[in-house]
């Protein structure tokens, strides 16, 4: 009769199984956590443009920029000085802008 050792015996534990189990589970709740922290931070825009009060005198813009926030107010005041026409914008009926460059060509 031969002898059995160690290498040689089954493993009879029932709950063996259940112990890789709960590996792959833990493995799939740690890369679900790291994807949702991913996403979070992709879902954060580092710029962002939003105007308060829309085609009011009182009308203003906010442009982030990272950690730089810029406001522009509108204004009554005229400016003067040299420049080039680049386009023409128009103001459709649903109260939409469209900007149309020019094409460079006379």
Known sequence: MRRKRKWDRE???????????FDIWLVFAVSLLLAAL???????PDSATPVKNPG???MEIVNKQGQEIETLRMTDRQ???????L??????????VVYVPETGKK
């Open 56 to 58: 009011e005198p009182d």
């Open 79 to 85: 400016l003067t000085g040299e420049g080039q026409k």
């Open 87 to 96: 386009g023409t914008a128009y103001r459709l009926k649903s109260g939409k």
């Open 38 to 44: 991913t996403y979070s931070q992709a879902a954060r």
């Open 11 to 21: 493993d009879d534990d029932p709950a063996a199984g259940l112990l890789n189990l």
